[in-house]
């Protein structure tokens, strides 16, 4: 193989890696990216293994959070000073209300893992409209568009659903 042939057979490689989402050097998709893609591409292979990976990445971090949280609670400080041992109870208190918040997050993110596997994600539960791609960046676990989310709280704030 010539050197021509190379290099165009490189070029011809990143530009089908670009065409996949992927950036040149192979990397998943920055969030700058996958914002600059077009409508069309809405919730492609790319995308979707985007916000896989973002996903797991939150899963883990949560998985590492209750490990480390339950190492924590299970030292034994012994205190004499009572203001001490309640600021002590205190921050274990927080740290479980930290965890159990976290832990519905968890059953959040696996569903949405779910979603992604069964081909559902990214596309809102009760009106079948894309859910948006900036939606989704910042609350990856959303499975409502914003207008649904946005009725479905008026409606808990009017009828105390």
């Known amino acids: 193989m010539t050197t021509k042939e190379a290099s165009t057979k ?6 089908s890696k670009k065409a996949s989402g992927s950036s040149a050097k192979g990397a998943p998709l920055t969030e700058a990216e996958l914002l ?14 985007f916000f896989r990976t973002k996903l797991q990445t939150l899963k883990e971090d949560i998985l590492k959070h209750a490990s480390e949280t339950t190492e924590h609670l299970r030292e034994n400080i012994l205190v004499p000073d009572p203001a ?16 159990d918040r976290e832990r519905k997050l968890l059953k959040k993110v696996e569903q949405a893992l779910s979603r992604i596997d069964s081909g559902d994600y ?4 009760e009106t079948g409209e894309p859910i948006g791609l900036s939606r989704l ?11 649904a989310q946005e009725r479905r709280e008026l409606r808990q704030k009017l009828f105390g659903e």
């Open 10 to 15: 490189a070029k011809s490689a990143e530009s």
């Open 36 to 49: 600059k893609m077009s409508e069309k591409d809405y919730m492609n292979a790319a995308q979707l293994e």
């Open 137 to 147: 960046i910042a609350r990856p676990t959303a499975n409502l568009s914003l207008e």
């Open 122 to 125: 990214g596309w809102c539960e």
């Open 84 to 99: 001490d041992r309640a600021t002590i109870e205190e921050e274990h208190a927080l740290e479980l209300r930290t965890r």
